[in-house]
């Protein structure tokens, strides 16, 4: 089985907020480019938490009204063998240095982890270095949650980012 990889890091000296992922699925390998199925819900939760539009704007523009507001991403895993897009599947996980980059980001105040699985993995890695918070999944497999609900809880990251206008 082929392994997959994640993406670089999206930060800056600025970067308030780090939200992390598991690994991308397989829309957002394709795509290169984070949260790239369309079904995924990540930039329209952003969009609430940062009050401004993201969704129309093309990626690179996405990741530069993130950075502008104190957010940035990444991934736990750098690489794993993983069959489809379900977290569930990831076998033989190699981590990302998170704590490597915790040390660039002088601003950081919080970590956020979409999802279970990058909560589990991630908190292990992190330990009591910087606050986190567990998010519900912003994947389309995660429907426990309506959107509404999981905007409310992934609100409590808008006391990190700097809002912004139209």
Known sequence: MTRKSGFPPVTDANT???????????ASLAAAQYYGNPRNAFWRLMETVLETRLVPLAYEDRLAAL???????????????RPG???????DPAANDLLALIETLPALRLVAFNGGTAAKLG???IGDRVATLAL??????HAARSFEQKAEIWGQLKTFVIPGGA
């Open 67 to 81: 950075l502008s507001r104190g957010a940035g991403l990444w991934d736990v895993i750098a690489e794993a063998e």
């Open 16 to 26: 308030r907020v780090l939200v992390l992922g598991s690994l991308p699925g397989e």
């Open 85 to 91: 897009s379900l977290d569930a599947a990831i076998r």
């Open 136 to 141: 519900p999944s912003s994947s389309p497999a």
């Open 123 to 125: 908190s292990r890695l």
